[in-house]
């Protein structure tokens, strides 16, 4: 359940040596997003399919990302100097202000939606590929404790570009190497497959 965070305590321990508990603020959060907005949208849904939808993130993949980008551990020019000086206190809030927002509701073209359903929830076994659905569950909602992200309603451009890159190792803060490994498996229509099947994922 994605909306629980109104009173969430998050547990920085998870996403690095930090062992203190960050209370996340979504009213704070809010007020922190505006120099968000401009893309990612006024409540987390971006309105350029190459930036990423915020709305629904589970608020410890969003932690983790926020903080690996602050600290060098993952390259994203576009967010250059945004995060900077973001404090743990700063990161929390805005983590549970984009987890409380309801997510996107994308659809699926119909063309891939079968072949994508088919890797999400089974994988594929000659390819060595596990289904997706076991770290982001059945309705894509992801797992907050394991830190592994909403992918439902997600801009189909967005995750195929996420794929490629873990596929060709330019973004590599992915733990234990797990979707450098799977991406790298993938083919491209594999990739443009799933992505839009999770578009469409509700």
Do not use: W
């Not at 305590?9 to 704070?28: D, K, R, Y």
């Not at 900077?84 to 309801?102: F, G, H, K, R």
């Not at 089974?122 to 596990?130: T, V």
């Not at 992918?151 to 195929?160: D, N």
Request: proline share 6%.
């Amino acid at each position: 359940m994605r909306k629980l965070l109104a009173s969430l305590t998050i547990t920085l321990g998870l996403v690095g040596t930090a062992h203190a508990q960050v209370e996340g603020n979504p009213s704070a959060g809010r007020e922190k997003a505006q120099v968000c907005a401009a893309c990612h949208g006024q409540q987390g849904i971006s309105a350029a399919p190459t930036f990423p939808n915020l709305a629904g993130q589970q608020p410890n993949y969003l932690i983790k990302q926020i903080t690996d980008i602050r600290d060098g551990e993952r390259v994203v020019p576009q967010m250059a100097g945004i995060v900077d000086n973001l404090s743990e206190q700063d990161i929390a809030d805005l983590a549970a202000y984009y987890a409380n927002q309801p997510p996107n509701l994308g659809q699926a073209d119909p063309e891939l939606a079968q072949r994508g359903l088919e890797l999400y929830k089974a994988g594929s076994l000659a390819k060595g590929l596990p289904a997706c659905m076991a770290c982001h569950t059945p309705t894509g909602e992801g797992i907050n404790t394991a830190r592994y992200p909403a992918l439902s309603g997600q801009h189909p451009e967005y995750t195929v570009s996420t794929l490629k890159a873990f596929a060709s190792g330019e973004r590599d803060n992915d733990p234990n190497a797990i979707m450098r490994d799977i991406a790298s498996k993938m083919s491209d229509s594999d990739m443009e497959a799933v992505a839009n099947y999770v578009y469409g994922l509700n």
